[in-house]
Nanobody, 123 residues
């Protein structure tokens, strides 16, 4: 049974940085794509960044491209999301997710989810 556990959320001022981590167990990461999604009250869950099993294919949402960086370390069963130049509109709950494959980094492509970690960007 897959288990995904996020950490690293918190409160930060606009322009600041945070690094999210997600530890994954119960999956063979050599054959698993990973992703980060976010969702706020009354909003649909949005694909922020996704990375293929080999790390060679990466997709970013237009809203975060150039500010966020997704990475993975299969030896540590962990994926990361480095978030720089944070804006108030980045405030959301961030979720780690796993998929066999993805094309467009959409939530219906992913089958296992973490519980989420809150990110708040406010002055």
């Amino acid at each position: 049974q897959a288990q995904l556990v996020e950490s690293g959320g918190g409160s930060v001022q606009p322009g600041g940085s945070l690094r999210l981590s997600c530890v994954i167990s119960g999956l063979n990461l050599e054959y698993t794509s990973l992703g980060w999604f976010r969702q706020g009250p009354g909003k649909e869950r949005e694909g922020v960044a996704c990375i293929s099993s080999s790390g060679t294919y990466i997709h970013y949402a237009d809203s975060v491209r150039g500010r966020f960086t997704i990475s993975r370390d299969n030896a540590k069963n962990t994926q990361y999301l480095q978030m720089n130049s944070l804006k108030s509109e980045d405030t959301d709950i961030y979720y780690c997710a796993a998929a066999v494959l993805f094309r467009i980094c959409a939530q219906d492509e992913f089958h296992d989810w973490g519980q989420g970690t809150q990110v708040t960007v406010s002055s």
